[in-house]
């Protein structure tokens, strides 16, 4: 990871200031991340962000700053190569913060740092140089978030793509005024397209393929699959629940919800589920999840490792097993899944059978054992139903649990060497 060539030596950023403004700030974008209570020594020839292990990240926002935080969490952060790696978010805030680190030190601290996250966002998911443009599209849905058009919440796309050419008389500083330009489109198939420089372009209709793989919601991977098809292009969306999801490269990088922004990091999420060993399986999971979790319906999802199905089946009711069950539930689900595998499903299927109240249980080859199952739960669990499930679920293998305001998390039992149990394997978005 490097800094700005050139970038000033005389500058100091207080280590105190850096620490509170990280936990406030940083930390939120990241599920389970934490900073260290020491910092480490460091010099100028030091990069401002550099990895230090692949769980443990140091950074500081000068070059002379003569410490560096260390940044760290659980699961691996993403490497180089991954568009949606954690380096990027951290060096796009220390770029932030290098900028306004005299204006820190005075009466307006509070003002700054309350609009600090989005300047984040949008210097991390932009074209270098396109911070500030992109941040103007995320204001102006954050404004179209807080109204109504005919009684109805706004729901918006907008794509910067910075190949085409745009029309100078039509900003979006002027054009977003009129009302009819926050309902041209729809958030899902259809969009407002824009020049690097925020002129207006035009209008298109994507190819809706709710079924594709990828690492977003399904429902807007027509949008998503737009970003990769054109070098710097961003998407920006507004759904219906006022929140905004931005797209890089084919994949969500980040959403804001409830009022809180948070960074998708994709890659080493599925790494950590430990089981199934199939990475067409673990990415089907994960995908689901996504979907379950922008769909507002929750889920619990299991997996079972090799070796322990018989245990399984005697933690789901006789009746919820597809290959033995005799309620309808059973044999309608028996008869829609027709013997396929979870991850040869369609991906809305998987969707819609997660959304079944229950866990959907499958075992380490990808075989749908019971969806909609009632599990039997040991006595003292604690969570909610669902995350007792999915912990229960993990002493045999992963639990995933998606709660009803998007939240994911997932479980695992311990490995050798470690205590009898299970363990917060990652999440996400919480």
């Known amino acids: 990871m490097n800094t700005k060539p050139g970038a000033s030596l005389s500058k100091h950023m207080d280590e105190a200031l850096l620490r509170e403004i990280s936990r406030a700030y940083l930390l ?23 990895f230090v292990d692949p769980q443990t990240i140091g950074f500081k926002v000068n070059r002379a700053d003569n410490y560096r935080l260390q940044f760290r969490r659980d699961q ?66 954050a404004r179209w978030a807080t109204r109504l058009y ?12 910075p190949e085409i050419s745009g029309t100078k008389a039509l900003p979006l500083s002027d054009i977003a005024k009129e009302d009819f330009f926050a309902v041209l489109s729809n958030g899902f198939d259809t969009m407002l397209t824009l020049s690097k420089h925020l002129n207006f372009a035009g209008h298109i209709v994507l190819d809706a393929t709710p079924s594709a793989k990828g690492y977003c919601p399904w429902r807007h991977s027509a949008i998503a699959a737009w970003t990769s098809g054109g ?37 080493p999420i599925i790494r950590q589920m430990g089981v199934p060993k199939d990475e ?23 997996v079972i490792a090799a070796g322990s199905t018989k245990l399984a ?10 290959s033995e069950g005799d309620s309808d539930k059973a044999k309608a689900i028996a008869r829609i899944v027709n013997g396929k595998k979870f991850h040869e499903l369609d991906r809305t299927l998987r ?25 039997k739960i040991k006595g003292g669990s604690t969570g909610g139903g669902r995350t007792a499930a999915a912990k229960q679920l993990a002493t045999l293998g992963l639990g995933v649990k998606i709660s009803q305001d998007g939240g994911i998390s997932g479980y695992r039992r311990k490995t050798s060497g470690e205590p009898t149990g299970v363990r917060t ?6």
């Not at 005919?150 to 793509?161: K, L, R, Y």
């Not at 089946?313 to 097993?321: F, H, V």
Request: hydrophobic share 45%; charged share 20%.
């Open 28 to 50: 939120p974008f990241f599920s389970g991340a934490s900073i260290d209570s020491a910092s480490v020594s460091s010099t100028s020839s030091d990069s401002t962000v550099a």
């Open 76 to 141: 691996p952060f993403a490497q180089k190569t991954d568009p949606a790696r954690e380096t990027r978010v951290i060096e796009a805030y220390v770029s932030v913060l290098e900028r306004m680190s005299d204006e820190l030190k005075g009466p307006l601290k509070a003002d700054l740092l309350s609009t600090f996250q989005r300047r984040v966002v949008a210097e991390a998911a932009a074209e270098s140089g396109g911070g500030a443009r992109l941040l103007e599209v995320i204001d102006q849905m």
């Open 150 to 161: 005919e009684g109805s919440p706004i729901a918006s796309a907008i794509g910067i793509d």
């Open 231 to 267: 070098k710097g292009r961003v998407a920006v969306i507004l759904n219906r629940l006022g929140e905004i999801l931005i797209f890089r490269d084919g994949q969500l990088l980040f959403a804001r919800r409830s009022g809180n922004w948070h960074f998708l990091t994709h890659w």
């Open 280 to 302: 067409d399986i673990r990415e089907a999971i994960y995908e689901t999840a996504l979907d379950a979790s922008f769909a507002r319906t929750g889920a619990c999802l299991g």
């Open 313 to 322: 089946e005697a933690m789901i009711a006789n009746t919820d097993l597809l």
């Open 351 to 375: 969707q819609e059978l997660a959304a079944i109240d229950g866990a959907t249980v499958i075992d380490h080859e990808g075989s749908v054992i019971a969806v909609g199952a009632i599990l």
């Open 425 to 430: 394997a990652f999440k996400v978005m919480l």
